[in-house]
């Protein structure tokens, strides 16, 4: 029974076949020749496809041999590890290796570890644009989920009330203010058959609470 044996190389081509398999075509030995395209191994429920290198530099591969068999375990690329925020230790991330406007991204769906750059256990995704970068993100502690355009438009969800706006301002609603809508406003609106204008009062703070710099 044969062995199987490993050796460590980088990915000089990748490409999807016409039955959506990817291949990967190692770094060969020496200065010229070229290796077969192998089939890339992934992890079920995963699939990625690594860029060409640059300079010499692509994504580690992993060359897996058995007998006549080839197979290529794609690593991480060297070229953005230090783009990516630190996840902490026991952290995990999904993330891909992009380019905006020449410059390298990791968008990028994580839970953070301790000692990294967000509270352990913090959930975020994070999708870098052309206006900034906007942010999905729950809180380990509370639960409390943060929304936020790249523009700085923010929704925070808690389980008291949610507040819509900005650093600056923001717009309250709670509870109080979703059953003053949900009887009083659509009772007055259902049962009103006028022309004129309907005067229906507001819960006290409301409709008018603006909160500055919270």
Not at 8 to 17: E, G, K, M
Not at 76 to 94: E, I
Not at 100 to 125: H, M, N, Q
Not at 171 to 190: E, H, K, P
């Amino acid at each position: 029974m044969s062995l199987m044996t490993f050796d460590l190389s980088y990915v000089l081509v990748a490409s999807r076949n016409e039955d959506g398999f990817i291949e990967v075509q190692p770094e060969p030995y020496g200065s010229e020749g070229t290796l077969p395209n192998y089939e890339a191994f992934m992890p079920l429920g995963i699939v990625s496809r690594p860029k060409d290198p640059e300079d010499g530099l692509g994504a580690n591969a992993l060359v897996m041999i058995y007998g006549p068999e080839r197979r290529v375990m794609v690593g991480h690329d060297p070229r953005w590890m230090g783009v990516l925020p630190d996840f902490g230790d026991g952290g995990v991330a999904l993330y891909a290796t992009t380019e905006l406007s020449g410059t390298k991204k990791t968008p990028y769906v994580a839970l953070f570890g301790s000692d990294g750059a967000a509270a352990e256990g913090t959930f975020r995704i994070s999708v870098e644009s052309s206006a900034g970068t906007s942010v999905i993100e729950v809180n380990p502690s509370t639960g409390d989920i943060t929304i936020t355009h790249a523009s700085g438009l923010k929704i925070e969800m808690s389980s008291a009330l949610i507040k819509v706006g900005n650093d600056s301002a923001k717009f309250l609603v709670n509870q109080d203010l979703i059953t003053w809508i949900t009887g009083t406003l659509l009772t007055a609106l259902s049962g009103y058959t006028g022309n004129g204008a309907i005067t229906v009062s507001p819960p006290p703070a409301c409709l008018t609470t603006i909160l500055k710099g919270t």
